[in-house]
């Protein structure tokens, strides 16, 4: 008896796990974005769900994730100052190709970037979000870029190209990427 009132227990809460209703088969409720990436055209599609005439949109969208998936390509190409291909990138040449894969056009340089979108707190860091940071010890200026791979309570990482490792992914809690950290900014 105690065997079939836990097997009871369970399906009702396997059928009720799933709070809301979204509509996957339905073109108009499917947002289309193409992207030109190596000549070729990929399709994009963000499901969206209509709730009493709102569009609500997942907290990380499918653009958000494509964007980080794009960049995480380049993972292990080395450094190259001005660099934007799979023979060489800096910081900010990752940045920018990451973005204009997607139609978004962002400036080539990382102080430029730090000037665009809404300027955000430490604690509202998101995946897809830019972080800046001053790692020149002569002058106090933006000089550094990286894209928010990883936003957890206590544990932010960032795909970037350094000058000794090239494209890596580090996180914000080390001690260098913390002290150097100027401030982080929304694009999306």
């Given at each position: 008896m105690k065997f079939y009132s836990i097997l009871i227990l369970?399906?009702?809460f396997v059928v009720s796990c799933k709070s809301r209703k979204t509509v996957k088969n339905d073109i108009s409720n499917t947002e289309i974005i193409t992207n030109n990436v190596n000549?070729?055209?990929s399709p994009v599609i963000i499901e969206k769900e209509i709730v009493s005439d709102l569009v609500l949109y997942s907290e990380a969208s499918n653009l958000t994730l494509n964007l980080i998936d794009f960049a995480k390509q380049f993972e292990g190409v080395k450094y190259k100052f001005g660099g934007t291909t799979k023979a060489g990138m800096d910081c900010s040449g990752l940045v920018y190709e990451t973005f204009k894969a997607f139609d978004i056009s962002l400036p080539r340089v990382s102080r430029d970037m730090?000037?665009?979108g809404q300027k955000i707190f430490l604690?509202?860091?998101?995946?897809?979000?830019?972080?800046?940071?001053?790692?020149s010890n002569k002058?106090?200026?933006i000089s550094h870029v990286g894209l928010v791979v990883t936003a957890l309570p206590g544990n932010v990482e960032f795909i970037h190209s350094t000058t000794k490792q090239g494209v890596?992914?580090?996180s914000?809690?080390?001690r260098y990427w913390y002290y150097s950290?100027?401030?982080?900014?929304?694009?999306l």
């Open positions: 369970l399906s009702i000549d070729s055209i730090a000037k665009l604690e509202d860091i998101k995946e897809g979000d830019l972080l800046f940071f001053k790692t002058r106090n200026i890596i992914i580090s914000l809690a080390e950290f100027a401030e982080a900014r929304r694009i």
